[in-house]
């Protein structure tokens, strides 16, 4: 299978929109209002990569291997990247970023793990944490006040619970799935 395919091309500019949406996130002095749209803009088309070469490899047979390691580098990247730029930004508690990243690197590492039994697809509570996850983010990235702030607030604390439920879950599902067929060594 070719590794050079539409999807993957995805996967890699969304690692290549990294640099670039922190570059906005941190134009001036951080908080200037047209960069951090711009940072926004940068992080959504990043975001709706995401979305699209998942779909895009499994609909038209354009799953590689190269995708199936790439892709949650590259989604990892991206939320790493603007969660640890916005606390060090002031406008997220570093409490926050530890409790997220530290499930998806952990996540991350277990699916790794995993591979040798096979891939453990996302649950739809992991797309809906993903989406949640990118919505909560996108918010703190835009310069929000007010109402809006609260609002940011609400949709993260619905990040952080779903993140931290469906990181059990996936670990649960991890362990069944180990115990249920045989080591691959």
Known sequence: MRVTNLANVLTLLRLVLVPVFLLALFAGNGHETPSRIIAFVVFAVAVITDRFDGALARSYGM???F???AD???DKTLVGAALIGLSM???LHWWVTVVILAREVGITVLRFVML???VIPASRGGKLKTLVQAVAIG???LPVSGTWLVVAWVVMAAAIVLT???GLDYVASAARDARGRPSAG
Do not use: N, Q, Y
Request: proline share 5%.
């Open 139 to 141: 918010l703190f990235v």
């Open 164 to 166: 931290v439920v469906t």
């Open 63 to 65: 799953v590689t291997e």
């Open 116 to 118: 040798r039994h096979g």
């Open 89 to 91: 930004l002031g406008d």
């Open 67 to 69: 995708g199936t390691m």
């Open 72 to 74: 949650p580098i590259a």
